[in-house]
């Protein structure tokens, strides 16, 4: 929520199964340990091929934003 300005939320009843999901795919490790409040935590990380999947993705939807944008743009004109 606060990398986009509040637009973008997600549910805990999606997130993970999505967590989950991304991790037997191997693209996520997920490790015990303590938040700030010294309560028990499940953290996430990704994993070495998941930081390859997440360049993939991202080359992905900034493609689709070029080609959003430019059609947004045509219907300006």
């Known amino acids: 929520r606060q990398a986009t300005g509040e637009e973008l939320t997600i549910q805990e009843g999606v997130l993970y199964p999505a967590l989950h999901r991304l991790e037997r795919r191997g693209l996520l490790a997920e490790q015990w340990g303590l938040t700030e409040t ?10 070495q091929e998941g930081r390859r999947a997440l360049r993939q993705q991202q080359a992905e939807w900034q493609k689709h934003v070029s080609a959003v944008s430019a059609a947004l743009a045509f219907t300006r004109a």
């Open 38 to 47: 010294n309560r028990e935590a499940k953290f996430y990380t990704l994993t």
